[in-house]
């Protein structure tokens, strides 16, 4: 499907403090939503997790819709932007898992946030007022040797299997991105949030439930606590809140300015990791995160007249 960018597109606010605010939350919740996947390994495959983190996700959006009275089935030529962007978002999640087979998790961390460079590229091609600048790109450059450092500088001698597994990972990347700017440059800018992310979900479940059934996930235990408080934790607050959180921001804000922040996502990552599993947190993580910052703070420079 191709979807091409039109008058009927808002522009874009500049990101004031209550946005960057919102981003660093989300950013917060999506780092720890790392290590509650890792908690509920040992108890429940990585694609059966991801049918019940969007089932339940599913679940509670449509308990929201229902109290709020917000109508979802109404006609409004989301339908087509929906599936795709459901197929996309299930697409997503199986390359990441089973990327995961393959590489390390440091490493997919790493490629799996390339998304921002997708989104800053395709924004800048394809949606009006949304070009970077050379400074701005020097800020995600910035923001992305951060990460690198924070995360550690890959080996280079990995196998073609690792390699495999990072290009699924930069793979899941470029879905992510090609959501958010089909999200931007479709019907679906005017639409609810929550419409957005119930079709993310609805179509995603099956999608992760076939790639469960084609790798022959099953669980042989019953799951822990640990393991049902995070897929509580995945589905509830990250697939039924955060997610309906970021759609609203993506409506009204710059996608390319808003892609930028997620490269903080894996530093909080890093940082749950050592608090909950006693990751060691490394020397360079005190200069990655002056990096971040400082890149973010380039991105989000206002343009002069």
């Known amino acids: 499907m191709t979807v091409r960018a039109s008058e009927g597109v808002p522009s874009a606010k500049t990101l004031d403090s209550t946005a960057v605010t919102i981003m660093v939350m989300l950013c917060m919740s999506w780092g ?3 290590v509650a996947v890792k908690l509920a390994l040992p108890d429940v495959p990585p694609l059966i997790q991801g049918v019940v983190r969007s089932s339940g996700g599913l679940l509670m959006v449509m308990v929201w819709v229902w109290w709020r009275r917000i109508p979802l089935l109404t006609r409004d030529g989301t339908l087509r932007a929906g599936l795709a962007v459901g197929l ?10 089973q990327g995961l087979r393959f590489t390390t998790a440091s490493r997919a961390g790493l490629f799996l946030y390339t998304a921002p460079f ?3 590229l395709g924004a800048s091609w394809l949606i009006p007022g949304e070009k970077l600048s050379a400074l701005q790109w020097g800020g995600l450059l910035l923001c992305f040797a951060g990460l690198v450092a924070a995360i550690g500088v890959p080996d280079p001698h ?3 299997e690792v390699l495999f597994g990072d290009g699924l990972l930069v793979a899941a990347g470029a879905a992510w991105a090609i959501t958010t700017l089909l999200i931007k440059m479709s019907r679906l800018a005017t639409a609810r949030p929550e419409k957005t992310l119930a079709y993310q979900l609805a179509v995603s479940v099956p999608v992760m439930a076939l790639g469960a059934l084609v790798m022959g996930e099953h669980i042989n235990h019953a799951p822990g606590m640990v393991a049902l408080s995070s897929l509580g934790y995945q589905a509830f607050w990250i ?3 955060t997610y309906v959180i970021w759609f609203g921001m993506v409506k009204d804000y710059s996608a390319s300015r808003l892609s930028a922040f997620t490269f903080l996502s894996p530093l909080f990552g890093v940082v749950a990791g050592f608090v ?7 020397p360079p ?3 990655a995160v002056a990096l971040v910052v400082l890149g973010l703070l380039l991105v989000n420079r206002p343009r002069r007249a």
């Not at 909950?276 to 490394?282: A, E, K, N, R, S």
């Open 239 to 241: 697939t039924g809140l």
């Open 88 to 97: 996309l978002f299930g697409l997503e999640f199986v390359l990441v898992f």
């Open 32 to 34: 720890l939503n790392q």
């Open 118 to 120: 997708f989104v800053a």
């Open 285 to 287: 993580f005190a200069a």
């Open 276 to 282: 909950i599993l006693g990751d060691p947190i490394t």
């Open 158 to 160: 990995v196998t073609p």
